[in-house]
């Protein structure tokens, strides 16, 4: 590989079962931002966005994207939130392909119940097509491939593989 794969989109998307799956058979290295950022400090990523508030949390965010452009290039799934920066976008560009998975609210709804997902679940569904509608420009203007991920799991695992694949 000799470029990053960024996978950007909403909680619930896919962005981290899919890129796990996707570099497990490919055999290259991945890294979860949202599980890193857990692994490193303790908390989850509720726990830290409530404890230390919105912009640090985004600050923990850019320094996490700042150190993994300049490691082995793999799959990155990144939080939510990471693209609403301009010089995460940036970074991301610069540094790699970036892979908007794109979900439909109802698959997004169940998989937040699902998955249990406290932060966003908790608040419903008007405040996530809000969130959605808010950050889904932003999503698609920083994308330079826009992945549907609306027909099943398997589907997707296949259309990610064949994106890594063609652009890696």
């Not at 509720?46 to 949390?57: I, P, W």
């Amino acid at each position: 590989m000799e470029r990053h794969i960024f996978l950007v989109g909403m909680p619930g998307s896919g962005k981290s079962a899919l890129g796990r799956r996707v570099a497990q058979k490919l055999q290259i290295p991945y890294l979860d931002t949202d599980v890193y950022l857990t692994e490193t400090t303790g908390m989850n990523t509720a726990q830290l966005y409530t404890t230390f508030g919105e912009q640090a949390f985004r600050d923990g965010e850019t320094r996490l994207l700042q150190q993994l452009v300049n490691a082995t290039p793999g799959i990155i799934s990144t939080g939510g939130g990471v693209c609403l920066r301009e010089e995460n976008r940036r970074l991301m560009r610069n540094h790699g392909l970036i892979v908007l998975i794109d979900r439909p609210i109802d698959d997004i709804m169940l998989d937040i119940r699902a998955e249990k997902r406290p932060f966003l679940a908790q608040k419903g569904r008007e405040e996530i097509e809000r969130i959605y509608n808010e950050r889904m420009p932003i999503y698609k203007s920083a994308a330079d491939v826009v992945m549907d991920n609306g027909n099943g799991f398997h589907n997707g695992l296949a259309s990610l593989e064949e994106i890594v694949r063609r652009y890696a």
